[in-house]
Structures are given as C-alpha cells and as structure tokens.
C-alpha cells in the first residue's frame, strides 16, 4: 500500500523559512516522479512545483521561483520542499503526490498524480 505522509508545516513570520518533507512508502521510490500542491482555503488545489525521478530536473510554478527548492533523497524515500522569504499568500495546505513514470520528465498537473497525501498546513503571518 502506498503512503505519503507530509510533516514539516506549521506557523511562520512573513520572510521566514519552512522545509516540509514527504516520507513514501510502500513503492520504489526512484521510479516516481514527485509533485508538491496547496490548496487555500476557498481555491483551487494549484501546482507548486515538481522534481523528476533522479532530482535532476526541477520545475516550478512562477509565484515561488526564487523562493522555494524542490530535493529528494531516493535513499531515504523522501521529497523536501525548502521555502523561504515566505508571504502569507503561501498559507495553504501543502501536499506531495507521486506519480510512476519511465521517463525524466515532470508532470505539473494533479490528474497526471496517482498518489497523494494527506497534507501539511502552512500559515503564514504578516
């Protein structure tokens, strides 16, 4: 059974930093492409940025260009995503999704994820 779990959210200042993690189990981890969503309260889930199979390619949404970093440990079976200079724009719940895939490539949109977590809530004060 495939579980992702997110930790790392939480309260933070506007201009602080967060690093949330998404621990998988229950498939070979090196093998799935990596994506981090949130969703505001009110709005559509949106793409935060994604990471493919090795970590060699990264891509992110324009708003956090700059701001956030998308890492993975395929040792550890886990997928970071650093964010600093943080706004409270950002307040969102924070999920990862996996998704198998024998290409380098990165998807950006949630139909193209089979698996998803629970979430890790972000807020972000001014």
């Known amino acids: 059974q495939v579980q992702l779990v997110e930790s790392g959210g939480g309260l933070v200042q506007a201009g602080g930093s967060l690093r949330l993690s998404c621990a998988a189990s229950?498939?070979?981890?090196?093998?799935?492409?990596m994506g981090w969503f949130r969703q505001a309260p009110g709005k559509e889930r949106e793409f935060v940025g994604g990471i493919s199979r090795s970590g060699a390619n990264t891509y992110y949404t324009d708003s956090v260009k700059g701001r956030f970093t998308i890492s993975r440990d395929n040792a550890k079976n886990t997928v970071y995503l650093q964010m600093n200079s943080l706004k409270p724009e950002d307040t969102a719940g924070y999920y990862c999704?996996?998704?198998?895939?024998?290409?380098?490539?990165?998807?950006?949109?949630?139909?193209?994820?089979?698996?998803w977590g629970q979430g890790t809530q972000v807020t972000v004060s001014s």
């Open positions: 229950g498939l070979t981890f090196s093998t799935y492409r």
């Open positions: 999704a996996a998704d198998w895939t024998l290409s380098s490539t990165i998807a950006t949109t949630a139909n193209e994820y089979k698996y």
